[in-house]
Structure formats: structure tokens, C-alpha cells
């Protein structure tokens, strides 16, 4: 995988438009002017949870004792549902369910909202299928993770423009793109363990 297709995939699996919404309705009670603060704080704990399993990712698969094809396999089904689920919401959609009271740290927004469990699980897949690329791998995650940034950052601007009609449409078709590389991981996983045998 080029580092190109692996910070889509990174950036899909964020999905920083379809979060967009949540944020804006935790950070709705916080004071105007603490929300670039706390977003800037709960963006960089999440770049630190990211590397941390980009790095310490493979020996947690060497420790558990599982195959790059197991965790292909399994991740690509896990992105498959999510990806169903955004072409599909149901209703009443909310990832954290009650919105916390006062200002939020680490959870929700940083995780699982940003490094979630299925952006983590690709992020280790990646170190295990190539460890001789892990600043490849570093640098699709910082460039992932910036461009969300730079969206969560806009979000009430983004919003205002886009209106709600438009991130629906968008986060649609972000599912779309995440299906086809859902399938493409399948089947890559199911053809090293085929190879394997």
C-alpha cells in the first residue's frame, strides 16, 4: 500500500465530516472561546494514541499471537460496518449517546471519536504488513490526521456552509469509498493467508 491510499484510508475511517455533528453539539455548552483550545488539546492526545500503536502495534499482535492475515480479514469486516452505518445511520445516530456535562477530556473527542478502535486496529495492520515502513506509516498517519484536524478546527464554519443536507450527502459518499476499501482488504487479506497455506 502506497502512503498516499493509506492516509485516505486513515482519514475515511476518521471520518472527521461525519463527527463533525457530535462535536459541535459536546462542545455546544463550552464557552466560544475554550473550544479551539480543548479541540487542539483532544486533536494532539489523539496523534499520540495513534503513533503509539502505529509503534508498539506489532508487538501486541507478536504477544497475542496473530497472524496479518487474521487482523486483515477482521478489520476489513470491521470497516465494512462502519461503512454501512454511514451510508445507512440509523436514527437518532450518537456515538457517546448523552452529551457529558462541562468540558470533555481525552473521552469522547479524542478517542473514541478521533483514534477509534477501527482507526486503530488499520493503523496496527499497517505496521504488521510492512514494519521496514514505519515512517511510510508515520507520515500517513500525521497527514490523515492533520487534514482532520484542519476540518474539526472549521467545523462551525464548515457547517454553516455546508449546512446539514451537504455533510449527509458527503459523509455518503465517504462511506461509498470505504466499502470498496473494506473489500479490497478482504480480499488481500484472504489471498497472503490462501499464499500462506
Not at 158 to 171: H, I, P, Q, T
Amino acid at each position: 500500500m502506497e502512503i498516499w491510499s493509506a492516509a485516505i484510508l486513515l482519514f475515511l475511517i476518521m471520518d472527521p465530516l461525519g463527527n463533525m455533528p457530535v462535536f459541535l453539539s459536546i462542545l455546544k455548552a463550552v464557552p466560544r472561546e475554550r473550544r479551539n483550545k480543548i479541540l487542539i488539546r483532544e486533536l494532539l492526545i489523539a496523534l499520540t494514541i495513534m503513533l503509539l500503536f502505529l509503534y508498539t502495534g506489532q508487538t501486541f499482535l507478536a504477544i497475542m499471537n496473530l497472524k496479518q492475515e487474521a487482523v486483515s480479514i477482521a478489520g476489513s469486516i470491521i470497516l465494512f460496518i462502519i461503512a454501512i452505518r454511514m451510508i445507512f445511520p440509523s436514527r437518532g445516530r450518537s456515538i457517546m449517546g448523552d452529551t457529558p456535562d462541562g468540558e470533555p477530556m481525552i473521552v469522547p473527542l479524542a478517542t473514541p471519536l478521533i483514534a477509534g478502535p477501527s482507526l486503530l486496529a488499520a493503523i496496527m495492520l499497517l505496521a504488521n504488513q510492512d514494519p521496514g515502513r514505519l515512517f511510510d506509516w508515520t507520515l500517513a498517519v500525521i497527514s490523515a490526521w492533520f487534514v482532520s484536524a484542519c476540518i474539526l478546527m472549521c467545523s462551525g464554519k464548515l457547517y454553516d456552509l455546508l449546512k446539514e443536507r451537504g455533510l449527509f450527502a458527503l459523509e455518503r459518499l465517504m462511506g461509498m469509498i470505504l466499502v470498496m476499501l473494506s473489500v479490497q482488504m478482504f480480499l488481500d487479506g484472504v489471498i497472503h493467508y490462501v499464499k500462506s497455506v
